[in-house]
């Protein structure tokens, strides 16, 4: 994971309670926070108006069954330290109980 961490690619992983577990540099930037200040926050912090949980709950059961890679496209909002609001398409990887997702602005 020290490798994902140290990424300019904003890349964020939550566990199955919507912590965020992984922070890379590049998300940390885009945020305007410190990793250590993202790891460990739930997601709700940062993206706005999505119940990410609920979206991606089915894949989450699917792929604990098939142990398989599972991939959403999801359009939404960050919300960054000073408030200002930034569009996204975050690129949600689940497998196991581990969900990725993959931040591009829109």
């Given at each position: 994971?020290e490798?994902l961490s ?25 945020l305007?926070?410190p ?5 460990g ?7 706005l ?6 979206l991606?709950?089915p ?12 991939h959403?496209?999801?359009?939404c ?23 990725l ?6």
């Amino acid at each position: 994971t020290e490798a994902l961490s140290s990424l300019q690619e904003p890349i964020l992983a939550i566990d199955e309670t919507d912590k965020v577990t992984l922070c890379s540099e590049g998300m940390a930037a885009l945020l305007g926070y410190p990793r250590n200040e993202v790891i460990g926050q739930k997601l709700g912090k940062f993206i706005l108006g999505v119940d990410y949980l609920a979206l991606v709950e089915p894949q989450l059961r699917a792929s604990r069954r098939t142990a398989t890679i599972l991939h959403r496209n999801i359009e939404c909002t960050l919300r960054n330290r000073e408030g200002a609001e930034i569009p996204v398409r975050v690129t949600v990887s689940v497998a196991g109980a581990v969900g990725l997702g993959i931040v591009k602005r829109r």
